[in-house]
């Protein structure tokens, strides 16, 4: 386990979680250095990688006295980020951005290139605790119900976790707040920034998928196969979706209940034809070694846990749960504790 009295770098997003975490660590004593990556080169409004929430780190930075770097890694948010994202929509499976910008951008390459540069530790704003249990690490959920992050945490492992630190886990945001109107942040009232960081809540996710693959129209069919609607985008329709689905004159709302990208066809039904009693996942991520029994299972950044029990990659649902989106985070947890996660086969 590390020692966490070393050096530390501050992945600061320009936003107040990171903000503060910089201070709580600085108020520790400990030798603090402030990175913020430079991900996205295109336009951003609604996210962590614009050019003002560069400009917010840096006088968070200057504000708290320590040195703040810029880390380019705009080719590897391409190629890990941005470009799967295109690919799973164009193979109608729903993508996780976040959590593959953790996985591969703050706690791989930043990791990585912290150690080189001999830092001990990475700290980050996000608002999940690390614990330790049976003399191993793992994420817990954060002193926040309303912000928590676990989820999108959850494919850190022992190796990853030890060189990580979130000072901010345990408190709430209203706390975060506070303390940085306390120290007189220049991000203390900046909104949480929402939504995909490289999408413009201006043009829009249609407009950014647009330009980079076909959107073909589809047809929505119902159980029995007949037309009953159409989509504009089959693409960018998600299992469980109401809205968009062209579908008229039925009695009594209707979702997506299967999506054949290929053929262009959305099948559509009732609320309880979206109920299921097991979920197959993908290839999983463990926190340690893999778990098999009772667990609550998560499948969204802020749903509601739901028990079940897994094992032989196959989550077995307590009571019918909607079906989810092929390509979607499935989390394990046990007692706030995250055992690992993958994607919904």
Known sequence: MPSSRGPVL??????????????????????????????????????????????DARRAADRLGIEHHVFNFGDDFDAFVVE??????????????????????????????????????????????IVEHDGRRWIGRGGDPTKDQSYVLHMLDQGQLAGIELPIGHLTKDMVRQEARRLDLPTADKPDSQDVCFITSVAGRETFLGSRIPLRAGVAVDRDGNAVGEVPAIEMVTIGQR?????????GPRYAVAVDVD??????????????DELALGPMSWADTEFEGDVMVQVSAHGTPRAATYGNGVVGWHQPERRVAAGQSVVLYTDDRVLGGGPAA
Do not use: Q
Request: aromatic share 4%; charged share 25%; net charge neutral.
């Open 84 to 129: 799967p994202y295109v690919e799973a929509h164009r193979r109608g499976i729903t993508p996780n951005p976040c959590v593959e910008c953790n996985r591969h951008l703050k706690f791989d390459r930043l990791l990585d290139r912290a150690r080189a540069l001999g830092f001990e530790t990475v700290a980050t704003g996000h608002h999940a605790r």
């Open 243 to 251: 809205k968009g689905l062209g579908v008229s004159g039925v009695d």
């Open 10 to 55: 501050v992945a600061m997003s320009g936003g107040v979680d990171s903000s503060v975490a910089a201070a709580r660590l600085i108020g520790e004593g400990r030798e603090v250095v402030g990175v913020t990556m430079k991900l996205w080169g295109g336009d951003s409004d609604s996210g962590c990688c614009s050019v003002a929430d560069v400009d």
């Open 263 to 276: 053929g262009g066809i959305v099948t559509v039904g009732r609320a309880a034809d979206l109920l299921c």
